[in-house]
């Protein structure tokens, strides 16, 4: 079955066109980063009316590029349903459910992060089920059991702000542009280590959770009576990068021996991130295990894993059973199994 995929969950408007037997056969995305740099983040309101403009035309786009002749050809239509922002969840929930009425498809609202989960099954190399996946957003830090898909046991997640979230404010106070993360993980390049060290949060608890907030403060008060040149800046990205990735590492090998698994996947817009991939990498070839991840481009926010997600549903059977849905917010494990 063909599936367009529509993601409009935050400040990236992206669409994909999967197909169950040969795989993903085109994607576009449309990125607002100029459209909200000036503001220093997302603002929810340009997020929604952008996604209306640029939505036809990506849609026309992928078709056109995936050689497909008409709605004919489409089986179903999926969309993000949460969790996100409402306004921009609202307009992907619209327009895929007004396609599916004019071309007489099914169509279901799909969970974001599920997406991010399995985006490393669009890949070659595609993890086998079980496996534990440390999904890193913008809006989420989670360590996940799963067992197949729809079946996720959350073994823990963040109790305030999310790594990318974390990322995002320390960029902000090294002065780096919005989104910070990738410029974050740029500046640290040219860091020298040991200068700063920044702690390692609930790394001696026997949990997988976890607190990014205090990480902030710490960058905040090392920074306070320093002058920040180019290479104190950069010393500084350095060290939160280590602390970061070490808190990530440490609790990720926790939650592999708690579910005896040898299988781990890192996910989400955090997870384009080289330092975080490298050591992840190196820990589970040491234990004899093995890490796998989606693309540098489908880490972060997109149509593929939109369409993809909804192709194993949709070919399961399930659809939107009362309209259109648009949750803020969703859990992730009260999604029903495949
Ligand atoms: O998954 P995503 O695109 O959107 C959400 O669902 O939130 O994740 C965006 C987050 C942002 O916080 C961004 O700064 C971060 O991922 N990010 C990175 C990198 N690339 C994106 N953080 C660290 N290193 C990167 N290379
Ligand atoms: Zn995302």
Same mark, same amino acid.
């Given at each position: 079955?063909?599936?367009?995929?529509?993601?409009?969950?935050?400040?990236?408007?992206?669409?994909?066109?999967?197909?169950?037997?040969?795989?993903?056969?085109?994607?576009?995305?449309?990125?607002?980063?100029?459209?909200?740099?000036?503001?220093?983040?997302?603002?929810?309101?340009?997020?929604?009316?952008?996604?209306?403009?640029?939505?036809?035309?990506?849609?026309?786009?992928?078709?056109?590029?995936?050689?497909?002749?008409?709605?004919?050809?489409?089986?179903?239509?999926?969309?993000?349903?949460?969790?996100?922002?409402?306004?921009?969840?609202?307009?992907?929930?619209?327009?895929?459910?007004?396609?599916?009425?004019?071309?007489?498809?099914?169509?279901?609202?799909?969970?974001?992060?599920?997406?991010?989960?399995?985006?490393?099954?669009?890949?070659?190399?595609?993890?086998?089920?079980? &496996?534990?996946?440390?999904?890193?957003?913008?809006?989420?830090?989670?360590?996940?059991?799963?067992?197949?898909?729809?079946?996720?046991?959350?073994?823990?997640?963040?109790?305030?702000?999310?790594?990318?979230?974390?990322?995002?404010?320390?960029?902000?106070?090294?002065?780096?542009?919005?989104?910070?993360?990738?410029?974050?993980?740029?500046?640290?390049?040219?860091?020298?280590?040991?200068?700063?060290? &920044?702690?390692?949060?609930?790394?001696?608890?026997?949990?997988?959770?976890?607190?990014?907030?205090?990480?902030?403060?710490?960058?905040?008060?090392?920074?306070?009576?320093?002058?920040?040149?180019?290479?104190?800046?950069?010393?500084?990205?350095?060290? &939160?990068?280590?602390?970061?990735?070490?808190?990530?590492?440490?609790?990720?090998?926790?939650?592999?021996?708690?579910?005896?698994?040898?299988?781990?996947?890192?996910?989400?817009?955090?997870?384009?991130?080289?330092?975080?991939?490298?050591?992840?990498?190196?820990?589970?070839?040491?234990?004899?295990?093995?890490? &796998?991840?989606?693309?540098?481009?489908?880490?972060?926010?997109?149509?593929?894993?939109?369409?993809?997600?909804?192709?194993?549903?949709?070919?399961?059977?399930?659809?939107?059973?009362?309209?259109?849905?648009?949750?803020?917010?969703?859990?992730?494990?009260?999604?029903?199994?495949?």
């Amino acid at each position: 079955m063909l599936t367009l995929g529509i993601e409009t969950s935050c400040d990236e408007t992206a669409v994909a066109l999967y197909d169950s037997d040969a795989g993903l056969l085109a994607h576009r995305l449309h990125s607002q980063v100029d459209l909200h740099r000036v503001y220093g983040g997302v603002v929810p309101e340009l997020a929604s009316r952008d996604h209306i403009r640029k939505l036809p035309a990506l849609i026309r786009d992928v078709a056109r590029s995936a050689g497909v002749d008409g709605p004919q050809d489409v089986g179903g239509i999926a969309y993000t349903a949460g969790p996100g922002l409402i306004g921009a969840l609202m307009v992907g929930a619209s327009v895929a459910s007004s396609l599916a009425f004019a071309w007489k498809v099914p169509v279901l609202g799909v969970h974001h992060m599920e997406g991010h989960l399995l985006a490393p099954m669009l890949e070659d190399e595609s993890p086998e089920f079980p &496996f534990v996946a440390l999904l890193v957003s913008g809006g989420h830090t989670m360590l996940v059991a799963v067992e197949g898909i729809g079946r996720y046991k959350i073994l823990g997640e963040t109790l305030d702000d999310a790594v990318g979230e974390a990322f995002d404010k320390t960029a902000k106070l090294l002065g780096l542009p919005y989104p910070g993360g990738p410029a974050l993980a740029a500046l640290a390049t040219a860091g020298r280590p040991g200068r700063f060290s &920044f702690p390692r949060p609930m790394l001696n608890r026997p949990n997988c959770d976890f607190s990014f907030s205090g990480l902030k403060t710490a960058v905040v008060i090392a920074t306070r009576d320093v002058a920040l040149d180019e290479q104190t800046r950069a010393d500084v990205a350095l060290a &939160f990068e280590q602390a970061v990735v070490d808190t990530l590492a440490g609790k990720c090998l926790l939650a592999l021996e708690m579910t005896g698994t040898t299988r781990l996947v890192v996910a989400g817009g955090v997870g384009a991130n080289q330092r975080l991939r490298e050591r992840l990498a190196a820990e589970m070839s040491r234990r004899g295990g093995r890490l &796998f991840y989606p693309r540098t481009e489908f880490c972060t926010d997109n149509g593929a894993m939109i369409a993809h997600v909804g192709a194993l549903r949709l070919g399961a059977g399930q659809t939107d059973r009362d309209g259109p849905v648009a949750r803020a917010r969703w859990p992730l494990d009260s999604l029903e199994p495949v």
